[in-house]
């Protein structure tokens, strides 16, 4: 089954630090781009995080300095590790797997998501 998998989600005081964990399974995950999502209470989902195949990232200036994206290509795994968290980075977090390949078109995969909450 093609699909991606997230976890490491949970209840953190602030200044704590999570880290969430993206599994692929049925393609391999260091041909996607691969990015996280959060999606807070009454609030439209946003991009937090990016990592390219090739290993370029990025990040939403809110995050820059306390989270950091990477891979595991050896695990198909792509990991979120976000330290210093902040109440307001509350949320449900989503990781996405991206393709767009000439032949087969887009693939796009997307987890069913984990519940980061910081508070104390």
């Known amino acids: 089954q093609v699909q991606v998998v997230e976890s490491g989600g949970g209840l953190v005081q602030p200044g704590g630090s999570l880290r969430l964990s993206c599994v692929a399974s049925?393609?391999?995950?260091?041909?996607?781009?691969v990015s996280w999502y959060r999606q807070a209470p009454g609030k439209e989902r946003e991009l937090v995080a990016s990592?390219?195949?090739?290993?370029?990232?990025d990040y939403v200036d809110s995050v820059k300095g306390r989270f950091t994206i990477s891979r595991d290509n050896a695990k198909n795994t792509v990991f979120l590790q976000m330290n210093s968290l902040k109440p307001e980075d509350t949320g449900v977090y989503y990781c996405?797997?991206?393709?767009?390949?000439?032949?087969?078109?887009?693939?796009?995969?997307w987890g069913q998501g984990t519940q980061v909450t910081v508070s104390s």
């Open positions: 996405n797997a991206r393709r767009v390949s000439r032949f087969f078109g887009t693939m796009d995969y």
């Open positions: 990592i390219t195949d090739a290993g370029g990232t």
């Open positions: 049925g393609f391999t995950i260091s041909n996607y781009a």
